[in-house]
């Protein structure tokens, strides 16, 4: 396609996913932006515990490159009352996606990130000319756990 992104947006949980995001980015030089949103709270925890693993794949894989905590950007605007609690944006969210894209977000991890998204949108800090990927991490199954929250008939 020829299309090189400037942002990725992912879930940032216990950090596993951040922390191999981080390396391989650093790893191949990615000219991309990766863009965390917390799920849940426990920082400056949850950055040392990324920083960690990062490192420890680098070591495996032989790699030279190392991570440190400056490399790990977690957005923590949009967890919200808690883990597994749904915001208003990820609510909306989980809508919107289906509704227009045919796309099922869980408000545990993938809706919040998606609001985050989408909120980074609405405030004009992401320019419209931006490739942006979202990395749908799954999660969908959850969707059936908050069927009265989601107005969803049960």
């Given at each position: 396609?020829?299309?090189?992104?400037?942002?990725l947006y992912y879930a940032a949980g216990s950090r596993g996913t951040q922390a191999?995001?981080?390396?391989?980015?650093?790893i191949h030089n990615a000219a991309y932006q990766?863009?965390?949103?917390?799920?849940?709270?426990?920082?400056?925890?949850?950055?040392?515990?990324?920083?960690?693993?990062?490192?420890?794949?680098?070591?495996?894989?032989?790699?030279?490159?190392?991570?440190?905590?400056?490399?790990?950007?977690?957005?923590?605007?949009?967890?919200?009352?808690?883990?597994?609690?749904?915001?208003?944006?990820?609510?909306?969210?989980?809508?919107?996606?289906?509704?227009?894209?045919?796309?099922?977000?869980?408000?545990?991890?993938?809706?919040?990130?998606?609001?985050?998204?989408?909120?980074?949108?609405?405030?004009?800090?992401?320019?419209?000319?931006?490739?942006?990927?979202?990395?749908?991490?799954?999660?969908?199954?959850?969707?059936?756990?908050?069927?009265?929250?989601?107005?969803?008939?049960?």
């Open positions: 396609m020829r299309v090189v992104p400037s942002r191999g995001l981080s390396l391989g980015a650093k990766l863009c965390g949103v917390a799920v849940s709270g426990g920082e400056p925890e949850k950055t040392a515990r990324a920083v960690r693993l990062a490192n420890e794949g680098a070591a495996i894989l032989g790699a030279a490159a190392r991570v440190s905590p400056a490399d790990i950007v977690t957005d923590q605007n949009y967890i919200g009352p808690g883990y597994a609690i749904p915001t208003p944006g990820c609510l909306e969210a989980i809508h919107l996606l289906a509704r227009h894209e045919g796309i099922f977000l869980d408000p545990v991890y993938t809706a919040k990130v998606m609001a985050g998204l989408i909120d980074h949108i609405r405030r004009g800090d992401i320019d419209p000319g931006e490739t942006v990927v979202f990395l749908h991490t799954g999660g969908t199954p959850a969707l059936f756990a908050y069927a009265g929250q989601l107005g969803l008939p049960r």
